[in-house]
């Protein structure tokens, strides 16, 4: 028989190198029969059988006596039979490990460990492996009468703080290393439940469709957005701008963990790995008649939610925002918007332009005239159109001085202008 090779090599392989480390120099005759005590051993002859058949001849004790041939016994560990004791005739393949003075020492799990090794247990193949005990690295197991070990990272899909708890368990693992010259065989459950978790996810993502609404549970929360679990081992992201028309900078102003939320798929992609949620899309339009709502050349009040070099964004209504050029911050030149607002300020604006189609509405802090609105120069247009009309009957040469006073004096603050709604 031959050692199965391994692939990648053990120095590229971080689950090998944490295999060896693990298992420190163990090997599954450690695990399985410890060294009995009773005199120097000699090993095997080199070149000399690794197994051998033998016929039980007596039990003394823990022993099993064993006749390996002419003027050739051996001695078993009773405990190597299961919970009876072997019947005197019955024939069995054991390991040499030693002689104890006229004694060969024997292993019947080790023999049978040789054979299946080498026969029956291949990597890849899913095997039921008992939980038979513990130590620092993970898990000690037999598949049948083998011996196994599973290392502690693939033991569940996440790292196991209590491995005490799969003791006397029976656990479908797949084989992930044979190795007969270091008599090792590795075994993983997490492999096992990846698949599973896998299938159930494609099983899931098959039923999804983009457009489609989904109710699951918010499970993480980070800035940039929150994490929500579809079920079947599927979760999709709900980035922070699509959580609500409002503009949101963290997702946990508006959003917990555990909460049961619906929202919208929007993408589906590698495979269903990734996948984009959108809450707002199942909220009502914040820009649905805006038009009605603002209209050109009226006078209304905001908050300043952010700044660029082209000018200051301002929310007008939950989900409405205006953009004030750089230019229509103030009569004269502004190098940049800090230097005459900041964000969290209410300003007076005047709106210039609405594009519902591109969610778009233009403003202004400067009056049809130029002025800044709110100030002395400002007048509301019609009120200097009705103080010139109230003069008509007066000569051309009437002093327009006092028209803009009388107008100033009735329209001390804009006319129209309206609160945020």
């Known amino acids: 028989m031959t050692t199965n090779p391994r ?103 080790v ?30 197991a037999r598949v049948g009468a083998v011996g196994a070990f599973l290392p502690a990272s693939q033991v569940g899909l996440h790292r196991e703080e209590n491995l005490g708890q799969y003791l006397n368990q029976v656990l479908t693992c797949e084989v992930v290393e044979v190795d007969r010259d270091r008599k090792r065989i590795v075994l993983s459950r997490r492999k096992v439940l990846e698949k599973e978790r896998d299938a159930a996810r494609q099983e899931t993502v098959g039923r999804l469709s983009v457009g489609q609404t989904v109710r699951g549970k918010v499970t993480r929360v980070e800035e940039f957005g929150a994490f929500v679990d579809l079920g079947g081992g599927v979760e999709g992201l709900v980035h922070v701008s699509q959580l609500s028309h409002q503009r949101i900078e963290k997702a946990g102003t508006h959003i917990q963990q555990g909460q049961e939320v619906e929202a919208q798929v929007l993408k589906i992609e590698d495979g269903g790995k990734r996948i984009g949620l959108g809450m707002k899309q199942l909220q009502p339009d914040p820009w649905a008649g805006v038009q009605s709502r603002f209209a050109v050349d009226s006078v209304v009040t905001g908050k300043v939610t952010r700044l660029m070099d082209f000018g200051a964004f301002v929310e007008l209504a939950p989900g409405v925002e205006g953009l004030v050029h750089v230019s229509a911050l103030a009569k004269d030149r502004v190098r940049h918007p800090k230097d005459v607002v900041k964000p969290g300020q209410e300003l007076t604006v005047r709106i210039v332009a609405v594009e519902p189609g591109r969610s778009r509405i233009s403003l202004s802090r400067l009056d049809p005239r130029g002025a800044l609105l709110g100030s002395e120069e400002s007048v509301d247009a019609s009120v200097i159109d009705e103080a010139l009309r109230t003069q008509n009957s007066k000569p051309l040469g009437t002093n327009l001085g006092s028209i803009f006073q009388r107008a100033l004096e009735q329209g001390a603050t804009p006319k129209g202008a309206k609160k945020k709604p």
């Open 111 to 140: 023999a049978k460990a040789e054979i299946a090794i080498g026969d029956d247990v291949q990597p890849g193949a899913l095997v039921k492996a008992k939980i038979t005990g513990q130590n620092t690295g993970g898990l000690e």
């Open 7 to 109: 692939s990648p090599s053990p120095s590229d392989d971080p689950l090998s190198r944490e295999i060896d480390a693990a298992l420190e120099g163990l090997s599954l005759q450690d695990l399985d029969a410890p060294p009995r005590g009773g005199g120097a051993r000699k090993a095997p002859r080199e070149g000399g059988p690794r197994t051998q058949k033998g016929v039980v001849v007596g039990v003394s004790g823990d022993d099993v006596i064993v006749e390996l041939g002419p003027r050739m016994q051996g001695v078993a560990p009773l405990s190597d039979f299961g919970d009876s004791p072997p019947p005197i005739g019955s024939q069995f393949e054991f390991a040499l490990r030693g002689r104890d003075d006229e004694l060969w020492i024997l292993s019947r799990f």
